[in-house]
């Protein structure tokens, strides 16, 4: 049995924009990856969110997609740097 767990997302950038927040939580099974995250981000934000890229950092700390979460996490949505 998978209980529930609540993970707070952060948004930056171009992303902030398309998902027209700066944060918001999920609601996720405690066998939770971030890539279970991210596919959520992206069924959220529907096609403003499709095309963009961005990486995951699970408390401040950049992680790969198989990193589980656990309730109270915070994830941020980092997309590439830009500049010029």
Do not use: G, T
């Given at each position: 049995m998978s209980t529930a767990i609540?993970?707070?997302?952060?948004?930056f950038s171009h992303l902030r924009?398309?998902?027209g927040t700066s944060e918001f939580e999920l609601e996720l099974t405690s066998a939770s990856t971030l890539a279970d995250v991210?596919?959520?981000v992206r069924k959220l934000g529907g096609s403003?969110?499709?095309?963009?890229?961005?990486?995951?950092?699970?408390?401040?700390v950049f992680a790969s997609s198989t990193t589980?979460?656990?309730d109270g996490d915070e994830v941020a949505?980092?997309?590439?740097?830009?500049g010029g």
């Open positions: 609540h993970v707070k997302v952060r948004c924009y398309a998902m991210a596919q959520q403003a969110v499709d095309e963009l890229p961005f990486r995951l950092a699970l408390n401040q589980a979460v656990a949505l980092i997309p590439p740097v830009q």
